[in-house]
């Protein structure tokens, strides 16, 4: 029921910056929390970084004090800025919007998913 996308991957040079956008609909967006996370060819899924409806937040050790994880809420939008790249980021990055705080513990769904969006470090 809720839709989300992401979006602004692409090719970036080693040590350059990315600023990748999701977007969640529902009027209750501000209540959503929300995460980051990624997925290599070959590997498992990865959690990279989460905001809760609060705005704590906390990020996988390789990336944190590197990337950034922000919402606006008057948009239904969460962005990760990542900076200082590296080809170990090479993934297609997923957005996660969780509201397993907010639905009854037996409703079915708890989080829904975007398609992806592929993110290449390379020279």
């Known amino acids: 029921q809720v839709q989300v996308a992401e979006s602004g991957g692409g090719l970036v040079q080693p040590g350059g910056s990315l600023r990748l956008s999701c977007v969640a609909s529902g009027s209750a967006f501000s209540i959503y929390h929300m995460a980051w996370y990624r997925q290599a060819p070959g590997m498992q899924r990865e959690f990279v970084a989460r905001?809760?409806?609060?705005?704590?937040?906390n990020y996988l050790d390789s990336v944190e004090g590197l990337s950034t994880i922000s919402r606006d809420n008057a948009k239904n939008t969460v962005y990760l800025q990542m900076n200082s790249l590296k080809p170990e980021d090479t993934a297609v990055y997923y957005c996660?919007?969780?509201?397993?705080?907010?639905?009854?513990?037996?409703?079915?769904?708890?989080?829904?998913w975007g398609q992806g969006t592929q993110v290449t470090v390379s020279s």
């Open positions: 996660e919007a969780d509201l397993s705080h907010i639905r009854p513990i037996s409703y079915p769904i708890c989080d829904y």
């Open positions: 905001i809760t409806s609060g705005g704590s937040t």
